[in-house]
């Protein structure tokens, strides 16, 4: 088999990455280099709204009155 036409149909050049989708998913979109810093804000951004959330819904009470 050609493998130009075996990576063009999808395949990988090398049979060592055959790891689980969600394992590969991870490392190269959660816990690259690249991507670690939005990924971190991103974290941030929504545990702050959550947090938010949570404070308004258990002592919004107080703040109205």
């Known amino acids: 088999m ?5 990576i ?8 060592k990455d055959d790891s689980w989708a ?3 998913f991870f490392s190269e ?3 690259n280099p690249q ?3 939005a990924n971190i ?3 941030y951004g929504v545990s702050a709204f959550a947090g938010a ?3 308004l819904e258990r002592y919004g009470e107080m703040l109205v009155q």
Request: aromatic letters at 14%; glycine letters at 14%; hydrophobic letters at 45%.
């Open 41 to 43: 804000g991103v974290l």
């Open 22 to 24: 969600i394992t590969r």
């Open 35 to 37: 991507k670690l810093g």
């Open 8 to 15: 063009a149909a999808g395949g990988h050049a090398n049979k």
């Open 2 to 6: 050609n493998m130009d036409k075996f």
């Open 53 to 55: 959330v949570y404070f």
């Open 29 to 31: 979109e959660i816990f």
